[in-house]
């Protein structure tokens, strides 16, 4: 399986962005996608995350109703739009993808995107 991040940017405080991750190889539905995000001299931390075939999503506090997970599943791509953006977003964003189903723990995926550089200014 392979994942490709796209959508990252400058963008200012307030304002949105959409990132894409697109999916192929030997990947199958009950797979879960997740976006996490690892800013300079921090750990990497859970964002959001969906099944690609569709179903609960989850959503860390500190993005809850600002961000949006969502996916095409035909087309094996997980979207995530982030919308009142703030300095304390700005992060690489990476996606990945778990063969157990959804979850919220890094250490459970199995596949990782490139990350794609979020940069937020005040």
């Known amino acids: 399986v392979q994942l490709q991040a796209s959508g990252g940017g400058l963008v200012q405080a307030g304002g949105s962005l959409r990132l894409s991750c697109a999916a192929s190889?030997?990947?199958?539905?009950?797979?879960?996608m997740g976006w996490f995000r690892q800013a300079p001299g921090k750990e990497r931390e859970f964002v959001t995350a969906i099944r690609l075939g569709g179903g609960r999503t989850y959503y860390a506090d500190s993005v809850k109703g600002r961000f949006t997970i969502s996916r095409d599943n035909p087309k094996n791509t997980v979207y995530l739009q982030m919308n009142s953006l703030k300095p304390e977003d700005t992060a690489v964003y990476y996606c990945a993808a778990a063969i157990l189903g959804v979850t919220t723990r890094d250490d459970e995926y199995d596949y990782w995107g490139q990350g794609t550089q979020v940069t937020v200014s005040s």
């Open positions: 190889g030997r990947i199958f539905s009950n797979y879960g």
